[in-house]
């Protein structure tokens, strides 16, 4: 009974030492692979990528695609052009606006200033920039007005 027990103890044993074997040569395999694909992306870095501007796969905004370039080397890389985007400056270009002047009445429109604050992918942006936008053909009401009429309304039923 004790040489069953015995030989029990020696296949658990056996077994469990192949299954140790097999995961160590998987991991080391995998150590391998991993250490050859770093080897091979420090060769293709470079230190000055430049950056296109990026350009939506349909119509003037959504997803798209921006070209990096460095010395003979050259990626695509996904982006997107938000639909809000002002043209003049590109999406590329982050500036920081004032408030909206008061309506200029001889030209209809009003304008604010803005000064760069942060150029994405080296994008070549001005310093600084104006924009304009048609005044308002109303006169906005302040919201605690609109209330106080609304109140006054249900009042007086």
Same mark, same amino acid.
Not at 45 to 50: G, L, N, P, T
Not at 97 to 102: K, T, V
Not at 134 to 149: I, S, V
Not at 152 to 157: I, L, M, R, V
């Given at each position: +009974?004790? @040489?069953?027990? %015995?030989?029990?103890? +020696? $296949?658990? @044993?056996?077994? !469990?030492?192949? @299954? @140790?074997?097999?995961?160590?040569?998987?991991?080391?395999?995998?150590?391998?692979?991993?250490?050859?694909?770093? #080897?091979?992306?420090?060769?293709? #870095? *470079? /230190?000055?990528?430049?950056?296109?501007?990026?350009?939506?796969?349909?119509?003037? *905004?959504?997803?798209?695609? $921006?070209? %990096? !370039?460095? &010395? #003979?080397?050259?990626?695509?890389?996904?982006?997107?052009?938000?639909?809000?985007?002002?043209?003049?400056?590109?999406?590329?270009?982050?500036?920081?606006?004032?408030?909206? /002047?008061?309506?200029?009445?001889?030209?209809? !429109? $009003?304008? $604010?200033?803005?000064?760069?604050?942060?150029?994405?992918? &080296?994008?070549?942006?001005? !310093?600084?920039?104006?924009?304009?936008?048609? *005044?308002?053909?109303?006169?906005?009401?302040?919201?605690?007005?609109?209330? %106080?009429?609304?109140?006054?309304?249900?009042?007086? &039923?």
């Amino acid at each position: +009974m004790m @040489l069953g027990t %015995a030989v029990y103890r +020696m $296949r658990t @044993l056996f077994s !469990t030492t192949i @299954l @140790l074997l097999v995961a160590l040569t998987i991991a080391a395999e995998a150590i391998k692979k991993k250490g050859n694909k770093k #080897e091979g992306k420090a060769d293709s #870095e *470079c /230190a000055e990528w430049v950056f296109g501007k990026c350009v939506p796969n349909s119509g003037d *905004c959504g997803p798209g695609v $921006r070209e %990096a !370039t460095c &010395n #003979e080397q050259s990626k695509k890389h996904k982006c997107k052009v938000p639909c809000n985007w002002k043209k003049d400056f590109g999406a590329d270009c982050k500036y920081k606006f004032g408030r909206w /002047a008061e309506c200029d009445t001889s030209t209809g !429109t $009003r304008s $604010r200033s803005g000064t760069l604050k942060k150029a994405m992918f &080296n994008a070549d942006c001005q !310093t600084t920039i104006k924009v304009s936008k048609p *005044c308002n053909p109303k006169t906005p009401t302040p919201k605690g007005a609109e209330k %106080a009429k609304k109140g006054k309304k249900g009042k007086e &039923n």
